[in-house]
């Protein structure tokens, strides 16, 4: 069974940055994409950033030039990069990752920007 844990969550002033972490339990090149994605209260959970095997990052527009995602194969670890948080990037913040048809996600981790 596949397990995805966030970490690296908290309270962070408006312009301050955070990293997320999310290991997962078994190697993740085992994966065609690992990704990002946040609920904040009241909204539907969104794509925040991506990192297919192969291919180039994607990311939503709203976190375009401030957030980074990276991964780190020998610890089974995909970071995300926070700078320059804004009050509207409070949200729970999520780990997937995909298998072909299957997807697999974590139990968040709570980002609050807030002064």
């Known amino acids: 069974q596949v397990q995805l844990v966030e970490s690296g969550g908290g309270l962070v002033q408006p312009g301050g940055s955070l990293r997320l972490s999310c290991a997962a339990s078994?190697?993740?090149?085992?994966?065609?994409?690992m990704g990002w994605y946040r609920q904040a209260p009241g909204k539907e959970r969104e794509l925040v950033a991506a990192i297919p095997i192969s291919g180039s990052t994607n990311y939503a527009n709203s976190v375009k030039g401030r957030f980074t995602i990276s991964r780190d194969v020998a610890r089974n670890t995909v970071y995300l990069q926070m700078n320059s948080l804004k009050a509207e990037d409070t949200a729970i913040y999520y780990c997937?990752?995909?298998?072909?048809?299957?997807?697999?996600w974590g139990k968040g981790t709570l980002v609050t920007v807030s002064s």
């Open positions: 078994g190697s993740i090149f085992s994966f065609n994409a």
């Open positions: 997937n990752a995909k298998k072909w048809d299957l997807e697999y």
